[in-house]
């Protein structure tokens, strides 16, 4: 998994690099006193991608004393890998994606695997919705066609606002705690390359069918407004970043996830037109997006 | 008490839009279901005053069950009223300021006050810190010289952003749970009303020091920048928040007091001269501001 989540870094690194045919990676190394490390990648202010993170880490040691608590166990030692990317693009055509991939292990035995992609664009396009869907869909078809609808609904459940009543975005897969045997551990890794293979087949053609787009004033407005949702989510609710920051996780790649510019309003109007309404509506009810599961948007 | 945060909205609003000279504030009414509610008074984009809230509200019904878990009772009817305030200059000259002042009663007959007034600056200019602060003392004095001190420290401790290392601004005064027999909740009221009162003398010689001072491109791009950190502690820490989404209050009063523009960017550096150098020291290692407490600075 390690060895994966470091192919899967340098090959999406590649990839969006030459999307946006501007910006380049910077690679930041970073220890962890208690065992591990990391290599943060970060795009900046680039022709399509105003601010993004593709960050790796390998972690170990003793288990943090409330991570121990949330796991039930006295104390034990830990093993954690995975890859954790946030894109943020300048243009409101191109939607914001997030994905993670990753594999926990304690020294009682206990492992499991996590992850996930979820997409949060700024316009109604049924379209990137369908094909984002349909991509992550495919992937996990092979290993139990259960699975899709299964973690779909999960990240929907997951990516919640609950105090505005909105998903984060429309939604992708999440997933975690996928355990089993030793042989059934290698069919979870085998998926777990499939949902991390089909990340850039999933969100690239988004990015080519918008980043060329013009955009209105409004458009850029709403997309300030909505990444403030954006940031009420992943500090209110997420708890990958609230976790993280709890037991002094490396704060620059933890918040690494936050949106370059960001606009809190009073009472900021969200509905100004249809694209907007549209949108709004898929929020506040999620709904189907991937082909062959409900093909009429 | 629910005169008096009334009375006090007046008079802090008056002055405000007196101070802006631009902008005025709006009002919106709203309704709690289950009893009550309040009046959100909001500035916006001003001479002065880029954001800002002036909001009272009294509520009352049965007490929500987080909130009685949270208090280690069964169920009781509660009576809530306070008044809650953030202002958000556009010039980073000019500090941002919260205060809050809050009265609470329950049907088994505890009752109590709370709050407090901070600043957060974003140049260092020791008068502000010092003025600000010795006003906050010199409101407190009269009920006692421990006070002061001991809600200095509350505060500092209360706005600390710990995944930062640093407080969220210079401090103030933080205080919660003063209760007493019936003649001490008289005098609790009354020290309640000095500290309120204090507010605009505390704060309003600040602004008039700094309104009109030209300032760089980068000292704007360090407020945004601080202004995310703003952001940070109220999603993450600060218990009027989380708990106001939590228990279902009204989310736009709530988050009225997120900055309108905001930065979040990759490793920032956040001590480029020396007067960002001397804030972030004061920032991780709160010191003593009022006159008489320690006047070397």
Redesign the interface.
């Known amino acids: 998994m390690q060895s994966y989540v470091h192919s899967l870094q340098d090959t999406i690194c590649t990839a969006i690099e030459a999307e946006d045919g501007g910006a380049r990676f910077h690679e930041?190394r970073w220890d962890r006193p208690g065992g591990g490390g990391g290599q943060?990648r970060?795009i900046?202010e680039g022709k399509v991608f105003e601010?993004g993170?593709v960050n790796v880490s390998a972690v170990f040691g003793e288990l943090p004393a409330k991570l121990a608590e949330k796991m039930g166990v006295d104390r034990a030692d830990f093993f954690a890998t995975g890859i954790s990317l946030v894109l943020h693009p300048f243009s409101p055509r191109v939607p914001t994606v997030h994905a993670n991939y990753r594999y926990f292990e304690m020294s009682n035995g206990d492992a499991w695997f996590g992850g996930g992609a979820d997409l949060t664009p700024y316009i109604a396009d049924p379209w990137d919705a369908g094909h984002f869907h349909s991509a992550l869909k495919g992937a996990c078809d092979p290993f139990g066609t259960e699975l899709y609808p299964r973690y779909k609904k999960w990240c929907d459940e997951y990516f919640f606002i609950?105090?505005?009543g909105e998903a984060r975005g429309v939604g992708g897969l999440f997933y975690d705690y996928l355990r089993g045997t030793p042989e059934e551990m290698e069919g979870l890794f085998a998926f777990q390359q499939s949902v991390g293979d089909a990340f850039l087949p999933a969100y690239l053609p988004i990015v080519e069918r918008h980043a060329d787009e013009p955009f209105t004033e409004r458009e850029k407005k709403f997309q300030l407004l909505r990444r403030?949702r954006y940031?009420?989510f992943n500090?209110?609710y997420d708890r990958g970043t609230?976790f993280g920051?709890e037991t002094?996780g490396r704060?620059?790649s933890?918040?690494?996830s936050?949106?370059?510019?960001?606009?809190?309003?009073?009472?900021a109007p969200m509905e100004t037109d249809e694209s907007e309404a549209t949108l709004m509506g898929w929020l506040r009810e999620p709904r189907e997006w991937a082909e062959g599961v409900n093909a009429k948007f």
Chains 1, 2 share one sequence.
């Open positions: 930041d943060a970060v900046a601010k993170g609950r105090h505005r403030g940031v009420e500090l209110v609230t920051l002094q704060t620059e933890i918040l690494m936050l949106p370059p510019v960001v606009n809190f309003d009073y009472c």
